[in-house]
Antibody, heavy 123, light 107 residues
Framework: EVQLVESGGGLVQPGGSLRLSCAAS????????MDWVRQAPGKGLEWIGR??????????EYAASVKGRFTISRDDSKNSVYVQMNSLKTEDTAVYYC??????????????WGQGTLVTVSS | DIQLTQSPSFLSASVGDRVTITCRAS??????LAWYQQKPGKAPKLLIY???TLQSGVPSRFSGSGSGTEFTLTISSLQPEDFATYFC?????????FGPGTQVDIK
């Protein structure tokens, strides 16, 4: 069974930093792309970034809203993916979801979601 | 960036109704679209990917169609557990944007 468990959320002041972790199990982690998606309270979903798998050199993609402030990394030896969030703004307040992809031809869709971790940016 | 719109934003329906939700892309995205269901306080759940492929374990009353710029999610006979918010997401190019969602409520 695929399991994705996020941790590291909490309250942080504007301008601060936070690192979220996602522990994965139930599949061969190194084979899969991992994405982060967030959802502000009462709002829709926002894709924030992707970590490709080892065959794709662990390259990353980011949404413009977080590029230069957030960094996604992974440690295949620990079956974990991370997002380092710097220069946090109040508008970064959201539930952050870790997700796993499914490869369909040339496209990687989001298949599985963790339960999410809440990040609150407030003074 | 590719923008996705959904219609309607809100839908009130009864158990047994046939429900159709539309997702439109600002430019062609081939069949690179997925649909998710989200219930309050829960993570989204994948229903459909590649525009029309049913995710394993999802009831067959859910179906997806479309390509290019217009896509639909159809629930053939609405069940009580289907009252939720539905989102589309494209996978054609980065950033991988979501539609704003369609809330399906009980009439």
């Amino acid at each position: 069974e695929v399991q994705l468990v996020e941790s590291g959320g909490g309250l942080v002041q504007p301008g601060g930093s936070l690192r979220l972790s996602c522990a994965a199990s139930g599949f061969t982690f190194s084979d899969y792309y991992m994405d982060w998606v967030r959802q502000a309270p009462g709002k829709g979903l926002e894709w924030i970034g992707r970590s490709r798998s080892k065959p794709k050199s662990y390259t990353t993609e980011y949404a413009a809203s977080v590029k230069g402030r957030f960094t996604i990394s992974r440690d295949d030896s620990k079956n974990s993916v991370y997002v380092q969030m710097n220069s946090l703004k109040t508008e970064d307040t959201a539930v952050y979801y870790c997700t796993r992809g499914i490869i369909v031809g040339p496209t990687v869709y989001i298949q599985y979601w963790g339960q999410g971790t809440l990040v609150t940016v407030s003074s | 960036d590719i923008q996705l719109t959904q219609s309607p934003s809100f839908l009130s329906a009864s158990v047994g109704d046939r429900v159709t939700i539309t997702c439109r892309a600002s430019q062609g995205i081939s069949s690179c679209l997925a649909w998710y269901q989200q219930k309050p306080g829960k993570a989204p759940k994948l229903l459909i990917y590649a525009a029309s492929t049913l995710q394993s374990g999802v009831p067959s009353r859910f179906s997806g169609s479309g390509s290019g710029t217009e896509f639909t999610l159809t629930i053939s006979s609405l069940q009580p557990e289907d009252f939720a918010t539905y989102f589309c997401q494209h996978f054609n190019s980065y950033p991988l944007t979501f539609g704003p969602g369609t809330q399906v409520d009980i009439k």
